[in-house]
Each structure stands twice: as structure tokens, then as C-alpha cells.
């Protein structure tokens, strides 16, 4: 966290987001959505920017976003209206980009966020439906720039929050969580690196304990949290830095230059009336009946906050560990599957945040984490459990058939059969090995007896070494104590 933001000054983010829905094709017309094609393969006349083409609304895409609008708490609106944005990009052949304006499809709503173990309510502006630009290529060739139109006319919901965000931690935050929900529902894949998510951010300053508004800077396009902290981090201080120094900030949209780690002025900031925006003559008003709108509603999963408390409450526990078990639908998912094969929750709480993300993030490697690609069945983990909690095996060997689980396709007990790492509890064999430890630790023995308790722990991991994980932890304890109280 900044320094600024714990001084005289107060950080105002409202954050901008972009977010590409799941459709099979765009927002006007059959072309392809899809990521990845070669350049200007899923184009048509529409996308294009043809005269006389007449535009069709992709139904698929406005049941996302009253999904999205519902998921969030928004409030349907039963009519909007499609606008023209007018512009000038290389990109966007049709020099003006449909989208909404006066009467988007959703007012309100909101995104709960939980930083630092506290819950803060971001209150959204609005949501509204637009078709993306094209892209421009600059870097393909030293003498010509190339446009790629397959992304003009992907349909997009700008999600607008009002400027409640306090830092760029919670900046961050926001785009995690606003992702894990699209995720969710199922209607964005949420690859930042291809843009399906980006944002921008308006960030200001004001003096603590004063709420009039100081002048913004946008950041445009950031596409990964990293890029967004970094991002709002830079403009905060590079505000505050002008302000104390008693000059002015220019109202600008900036861009973000991650190898310098710094943002960079790219125009003076547009407001709404340099857009020119009016009706779309080629679209009729928008209308959401209220039929489609309880469908949705109807069919929508148990969401993210809701499921996060049912976490809370039904297997005890921390908010914590359910915040971290809800970050995806699939990562709840294979937890719940999990305690249905062995009844521990916590104990399978602490093994899927701990050894099952290490093992799915290992898989992943430098790629992204697939939460639905989780290396070992939820009923294979139950089985494992189960063995620990019988006395069976050590939590420690555990760890040991866990990792040959990933590879094996034998059921635990057979892996503990088969490689004889069956918990040993026979005072005997324990009994010898601590003496061997004892024997061997004359000093530390005297250290202990003379009011060093701790110690205890050191002969506990000493002996737990010497068995090779197998001995019963809780025999060893007992033993241990027995022995050294001489």
C-alpha cells in the first residue's frame, strides 16, 4: 500500500470495466467470436462497417448480461436504448462504436470485496452493452500499421462502479472478484492476457476529511491485477507528489507502460458530449421482459457471497478459508465433493488450500491455474483423509501418498499396503525409537528437565525423523513425556 494513502491524502478510484461475454457469435451479427482466428477471418459487412448493413441483436448475449445484472445486484431495466458513440480509430471502420448511453439495460448493483479480513460494499453505477473495437497492429512491420477487425462487434458489458475504492489493493481486489463472479456464472472466460477482462481506472486525490472530488486521470486499458495495482499505485503517487509540490493535475486519460513501470499521457480526457452520442437509427429500443428476466433469475447458480457464508456457517469455517475455497465455482465445487467422500471439513479445508492448490498450480506451470483441472478426484482426497483420521497414517505420510496419488491410480490404502508407510503405534518399536533419541541428546534432555518445555517439540520431530514420518504423533507425545519426566 502507498504511503500517500495513509497520509494527508485520500485515494478516489471508480473503476471501469470491460468485459467480454461468452457468446458464440458477436453482438450484431453471425461472425465468430471466438479468440485466436488469423487476421480479419470472422468479419462480414456488419462488423465491417458497410453502408447500408442493418445490425441484429445477439439474444445470447443480452441473457448474459441480465445474468450479470442480477448476480450483481443490479436493477433490469424493462427498456434501454442502443446509442452511437462517434470516433475516429483506425480500428473502427464505422467511425462510431454502438454501445449505450442515456438508458443503459442495468442501474445499480453492487461488488463485495474482503481485503485484510474487513467486507466493503463497491456500489456499481451501472452496467451497459457494447460492441468492441478492432485492433491496431503496430509492431508487425517497421513501415505500416495493420488492422484486425475479428474483435469489432464483440459484444462487451461495461460494468462502472461509482468512486468508492480507497487503494490499489482494493483496486485489485475489485477486478478478482467482479472476474471470480463472471466466471461464475459461466458468461465470460475471464483470460485478461487475450482482453476478455480489462479496465480503466479513474483515480483522484482528495485531503482526507474533505469530500469534493479532486481532478482525474484515467488509466486505460490495464489487463492483469498486477498491471492494475502497479498501475493505480504509480498515479497515486505521481499525484500526490504534484499536489504537495502546489501544482494542478490535468484532467488526462494516461496509459500504462509496464516495462517502466509508469503511466504516461496519452490525450486530454473526453467528456460525454465529445462523443456526440445519439440514438442508433439502425436499433429499436431495447426491451427486457419481465419473463426473461425471472428465468434468469430462476436459473442462476448459488453465487460467490452466498455460498461464502453457507461456508461459514455449515462447516465452521474461518472467513478466511471460505473466501479462498469460493474464488472459483470449481475450486467450491470439488471442495464440497470432497467432505460428501470423507466428513472433516476442516482437516479438508486445510488440504485443499494447502497440498491440492500446490499440485494444480505445479500443473499449470507458467499458464494459469484451472481450478477445473485439479490433479487428483475429490474422492481419492476423502479417501486419503479418512486414513488419517483412523489412525492409519501420519499427517506426514500423508503428504508422502498424496504426491504418489498425482502418478498412482491405486487406491490410498493399497499405496500404504504396498510401500509399508502404515502409522506405526506399537510402544515397542516406539519406545526404541525414543531412546535412540533420548540417549543420543544427553544435554538437550538436561535443558528440558531444567524448564526449557519447548523442547519437547524438537524430540517429537526428531523421533517423527527417525521413523520416517510413520510413528503415531500422539503415542510419541505421550511417550516422550513419560521418558524425559525421567
Same mark, same amino acid.
Given at each position: ?82 446509442? =452511437? ?71 462487451? %458489458? ?5 468512486? &468508492?475504492? =480507497? ?5 485489485? @481486489? ?19 492476457? &487475450? ?30 491485477? =498486477? ?50 452520442? $445519439? ?19 430462476? @436459473? ?29 465455482? &470449481? ?21 485443499? %488450500? ?18 477445473? =483441472? ?27 501418498? $498424496? ?28 519406545? @526404541? ?25 524438537? $524430540? ?27
Amino acid at each position: 500500500m502507498s504511503h500517500y494513502e495513509q497520509g494527508d491524502w485520500e485515494a478516489v478510484i471508480g473503476i471501469e470495466t470491460h468485459v467480454q461475454m461468452l457468446t458464440r457469435s458477436k453482438l450484431f451479427c453471425g461472425c465468430s467470436a471466438s479468440f485466436g482466428a488469423q487476421p480479419n477471418e470472422h468479419t462480414c459487412p456488419v462488423c465491417q462497417g458497410m453502408p447500408g448493413v442493418l445490425p441484429v441483436v445477439n439474444a445470447q448475449a443480452v441473457e448474459y448480461a441480465v445474468m450479470a445484472a442480477l448476480a450483481l445486484g443490479g436493477e433490469v431495466q424493462p427498456t434501454s436504448r442502443w446509442a =452511437r458513440k462517434n470516433y475516429f480509430y483506425p480500428d473502427l471502420p464505422k467511425a462510431y462504436q454502438v454501445s449505450q448511453y442515456e438508458l443503459p439495460y442495468c442501474l445499480g448493483g453492487q461488488v463485495t470485496l474482503v481485503t485484510d479480513g474487513e467486507e466493503r460494499n463497491i456500489t456499481l453505477t451501472r452496467i451497459h452493452m457494447e460492441e468492441d473495437a478492432g485492433k491496431s497492429i503496430h509492431d508487425a512491420h517497421s513501415d505500416f500499421s495493420y488492422v484486425d477487425l475479428n474483435r469489432a462487434g464483440v459484444p462487451l %458489458m461495461e460494468i462502472v462502479s461509482e468512486p &468508492e475504492i =480507497r487503494s490499489a489493493a482494493e483496486s485489485a @481486489a475489485y477486478m478478482r472478484k467482479l472476474r471470480t463472479v463472471v466466471r461464475w456464472l459461466g458468461i465470460c472466460d475471464g483470460n485478461m492476457n &487475450e482482453g476478455s477482462m480489462r479496465c480503466d481506472a479513474n483515480v483522484s486525490l482528495r485531503k482526507r476529511g474533505t469530500s469534493e472530488l479532486g481532478t482525474r486521470a484515467e488509466v486505460k486499458n490495464m489487463n492483469s491485477f =498486477r498491471a492494475v495495482e502497479r498501475a493505480v499505485n504509480y498515479e497515486i503517487e505521481r499525484q500526490a507528489e504534484l499536489l504537495n509540490a502546489g501544482e494542478e493535475i490535468t484532467q488526462e486519460t494516461r496509459l500504462w507502460d509496464a516495462d517502466h513501470g509508469v503511466t504516461r499521457s496519452m490525450r486530454s480526457k473526453e467528456e460525454a458530449h465529445d462523443y456526440r452520442y $445519439f440514438p442508433c437509427p439502425d436499433l429499436l429500443p431495447l426491451v427486457i421482459a419481465d419473463e426473461l428476466v425471472e428465468r434468469v433469475r430462476a @436459473a442462476l447458480p448459488e453465487l460467490p457471497d452466498t455460498r461464502r457464508a453457507r461456508f461459514v456457517e455449515s462447516y465452521d469455517l474461518s472467513a478466511y478459508d471460505a473466501e479462498v475455497l469460493t474464488a472459483s465455482r &470449481e475450486l467450491a465445487d470439488y471442495y464440497e465433493a470432497a467432505v460428501a467422500a470423507h466428513d472433516n471439513p476442516k482437516l479438508v479445508a486445510n488440504w485443499v %488450500m494447502g497440498d491440492v492448490l500446490r499440485a494444480t498450480r505445479e500443473a499449470a506451470g507458467e499458464g494459469e491455474v484451472d481450478y477445473s =483441472r485439479i490433479p487428483l478426484a475429490p474422492e481419492r482426497l476423502g479417501a486419503l483423509l479418512a486414513l488419517v483420521d483412523d489412525g492409519s497414517i501420519s499427517g506426514k505420510i500423508a503428504k508422502t501418498v $498424496f504426491d504418489r496419488m498425482l502418478t498412482d491410480s491405486d487406491d490410498p490404502a493399497d499405496i500404504v499396503k504396498r510401500e509399508g508407510l502404515a502409522q506405526v503405534s506399537d510402544s515397542g518399536q516406539l519406545e @526404541a525409537w525414543i531412546a535412540e533419541v533420548v540417549d543420543g541428546n544427553p544435554d538437550k534432555v538436561e535443558d528440558y528437565r531444567g524448564g526449557r518445555d519447548k523442547l519437547l517439540g524438537w $524430540f517429537v520431530g526428531q523421533v517423527m525423523q527417525l521413523s520416517r514420518g510413520q510413528a503415531n504423533p500422539g503415542e510419541v507425545n505421550r511417550l516422550l513425556r513419560e521418558r524425559l519426566a525421567g
